[in-house]
């Protein structure tokens, strides 16, 4: 392994040093209370995935390098030097396994966020060349594809024309379209790789009588679970660029939790510039759609046991708890919350880009324990969760643990649900 | 004053406060001289207006409900461990000053009842979140999480407790007599006055002394700089 330059690291993590991570790092107590706030640790019970730990780690160079006392004393904080390899290992282990829930946040008792101070390990990883390379390498693919947009276009079109062909079906009408590249519509949709988020959406803003464009781009964003600020705005600059191109007013993020999380609440800080469009969720457009009566539900019309999965980026992060809840109450003869849920709820296990990685594979089917049972006690025979990554992680686990759930995305829940007055 | 009282009760006294006041001020000067996060942090969901916001500031710095929920015991422990700090610290202002409203209200002898008693049993009822707070280092998870400095505070906090219940305890020191030697720091004449400085016990407030300026002047550049800041970290989750 080439040598890593040490000062060039002690750059990444000066830049990284902001108020809130000032206090992250001052503050804690190592009190552990976030001991049993993490899925990961109360299935290892393996001190490498307390939430505290992951941070000390961080802390322990900070310690060394910018503490008054941690620059006397580093043996009295532990502090270490940037370029230790033992703990870069450390902190690759760690930090490529947290899911990012920010489960731990809510539970400790100063608000550490220890996934901001894992984002501050990931971009020192990354400038160490020790950055997860699974990660990388799909980051650099989704930046090859928005540079050659026109090789991929034709296989778009093509593929597009049989959904369409499903949507019509589905809404009765021969002229319901799937718009890719319109310029002034209204609505840009950033779905996700393959046609099970196109579809479904497609019949909803065709019902909602939208004016609407499928984005090119898949809306999943690894460079933000690679954790290379620089690189992630690169794969989402290609929404973006295609929003301002076709000059929408809305972008309306898929059932993606952190790509939602990106566009809403992190690309502005990364671009320094304020976005000319509304960023919103489909799971919000669709409980709008039907607050305005613009699609409308049968209700009751889903007879079988049935629980939600609260997304940490769609519940805990981006705050839609009512919103899809409304949508299950309605829709659902037989709803079951899962315990805990809304801002506590249970992690999934796959979230952080860890069911895009082969090599978490064990460890997250392992620490997805907790989900399991959580499912398991409410006796539901399906489940329905608005994000694909979740739902990823809950199909590994219907079928390791054999739990014979119907997974659905609340997209396919609606429209399976929906009134269609144009069919028949 | 003997010429060890004299340096750890006199002093050090002033280094200690001196110390406190510029590492406070460095920290919190550090803190706000650093931008702030582009990104917002809060967890949903927020309060929605500003007084909803600072009332679960406070409720989440003081009473910290989440971790309750999570952690029982050491939440227990905290709170008991923080109050009785709390009221203790309040307490010694009473060798400052007399507490003339409370004193109008119960009496001298009642005041003084309620010294002893209130003392004595904060004295013991702190112990025991002290040692929760030892004992638990030694294992795990703490024990791989811990560093240096958490042993360190702990024990500083049983020395200076330790001390503080023998005068509390074994010397016959009377409140006349703290106050004496407080008012002689406060005009920069440190010394003890007769009924202290005779008595054998004068080592044990020295020592008490001593210790709390060693966490005095330790304070701003450890962990423990969470009873300030708990309140900035805690509204960048409700912002």
């Known amino acids: ?424 | 004053m003997d010429t060890f009282s004299f340096i750890v009760a006199g002093v050090m006294v002033y280094i200690a406060v001196a110390v406190f006041i510029i590492g406070m001020t460095y920290q919190i000067v550090g803190w706000f001289r650093a931008p702030k996060s582009p990104v917002r942090l809060g967890l949903f969901p927020k309060p929605r207006t500003k007084t909803g916001r600072f009332f679960k500031v406070l409720k989440d710095s003081f009473i910290f409900p989440q971790s309750y929920a999570v952690d029982k015991a050491t939440w227990i422990f905290a709170i008991v461990f923080h109050g009785s700090l709390l009221i203790i610290l309040l307490a010694h202002f009473r060798l400052v000053r007399e507490f003339t409203p409370l004193v109008n209200l119960l009496g001298k002898e009642g005041m003084d009842t309620l010294s002893a008693l209130g003392g004595k049993t904060l004295g013991i009822v702190i112990i025991f979140p002290i040692l929760f707070y030892l004992f638990r280092r030694f294992l795990s998870p703490h024990k791989d999480l811990s560093v240096p400095e958490d042993y360190f505070l702990v024990i500083i906090l049983i020395f200076i407790i330790a001390f503080g219940d023998h005068l509390r305890f074994f010397a016959d020191f009377h409140v006349e007599d703290y106050r004496e030697y407080v008012q002689s720091l406060l005009v920069f004449r440190p010394s003890y006055p007769e009924a202290i400085a005779n008595s054998d016990a004068r080592w044990v407030l020295s020592s008490h002394v001593m210790f709390v300026n060693i966490f005095v002047i330790y304070f701003p550049f450890s962990k423990l700089m969470h009873i300030i800041g708990t309140f900035a970290a805690n509204k960048v989750r409700s912002d």
Request: with cysteine; charged share 30%; glycine share 6%.
């Open chain 1, 1 to 424: 392994m080439e040598s890593i330059n040490k000062e060039a690291l002690k750059k990444v993590l000066k830049a990284k040093i902001n108020r809130q991570l000032l206090y992250y790092l001052d503050l804690c107590a190592r009190c552990s209370i976030c001991r049993d706030a993490c899925h990961q640790y109360t299935v290892t019970k393996d001190v490498l995935y307390l939430p505290a730990y992951r941070a000390e780690l961080i802390r322990r160079i900070y310690k060394k390098y910018y503490s008054p006392l941690g620059r006397l004393f580093p043996k009295f904080y532990e502090g270490r030097e940037i370029d230790d390899e033992k703990l870069l290992d450390e902190l690759f282990t760690t930090t490529y396994a947290c899911t990012g829930c920010r489960r731990c946040m809510y539970y400790c008792p100063f608000s550490i966020d220890t996934t901001w101070i894992l984002g501050v390990a990931k971009e020192i990883l990354n400038a160490a060349g020790k950055g997860c390379s699974i990660l990388e390498e799909l980051t650099n693919a989704s930046i090859e594809k928005g540079k050659n947009i026109d090789l991929f276009k034709d296989i778009m079109v093509d593929m597009l024309s049989e959904t369409e062909k499903e949507v019509q079906q589905k809404t009765g009408d021969k002229n319901a379209k799937i718009p890719i590249d319109k310029e002034g519509a209204d609505i840009l949709y950033a779905a996700l790789a393959g046609t099970h988020t196109i579809l479904p959406a497609a019949a909803i803003f065709h019902e909602a009588k939208k004016d609407w464009t499928l984005s090119l781009f898949e809306a999943a964003n690894y460079g933000y679970f690679l954790g290379d600020a620089a690189k992630a705005k690169e794969v989402a600059d290609r929404i973006v660029d295609e929003a301002k191109k076709l000059k929408v007013k809305e972008v309306i993020i898929t059932e993606c939790g952190h790509a939602y999380r990106v566009m809403k609440f992190l690309y502005e800080a990364w671009a320094k510039e304020k976005l000319p469009f509304k960023v919103t969720g489909i799971v919000e457009a669709m409980s709008n759609y039907i607050d305005e009566g613009l699609i409308k539900l049968k209700p009751g019309s889903f007879k079988d046991p049935i629980t939600y999965h609260d997304p940490c980026q769609v519940g805990r992060n981006a705050g839609f708890f009512d919103e899809p809840r409304k949508i299950m109450n309605m829709v659902a003869k037989d709803f079951r919350e899962m315990t805990p849920r809304r801002e506590k709820n249970w992690c999934c296990g796959g979230g952080g880009g860890l069911v895009a990685n082969p090599e978490m594979e064990e460890f997250r089917i392992k620490t997805g324990k907790v989900k399991t049972d959580q499912i398991k006690a409410t006796g539901a025979t399906s489940i329905v969760s608005p994000c694909e990554n979740c739902r990823l992680q809950l199909d590994n686990l219907n079928q390791k643990f054999d739990l014979g759930l119907d997974i659905h995305s609340l997209m396919d829940f609606v429209v399976d649900a929906m009134v269609f007055p144009g069919n028949k």
